[in-house]
């Protein structure tokens, strides 16, 4: 599975900056995230990211199948 935040992120207009206010976590941890730099977040920060974003913590993830596609 790949971990979508910065599609979903983008989608809502928000910033990492913003994203990472709105949800506790670091601007640098959001960045790396959004960038891809890390690939597998706790389940804890998906939580924290979804609450952010205002979505479920299954709409941060996309199916690496459905994106070779």
């Known amino acids: 599975m790949v971990v979508k935040v910065r599609e979903v992120r983008q989608q809502r207009g928000i910033t990492t900056y913003e994203l990472a ?8 941890f959001v960045w790396k ?6 690939k597998s977040p706790s389940i804890n920060t998906l939580t924290k990211l979804a609450k952010a974003l205002d ?15």
């Open 33 to 38: 995230l959004d960038h891809g730099k890390i």
């Open 21 to 28: 206010k709105r949800s506790g976590l670091a601007q640098s």
């Open 55 to 69: 979505c479920s913590v299954d709409d941060l993830y996309e199916e690496e199948e459905a994106k070779r596609a």
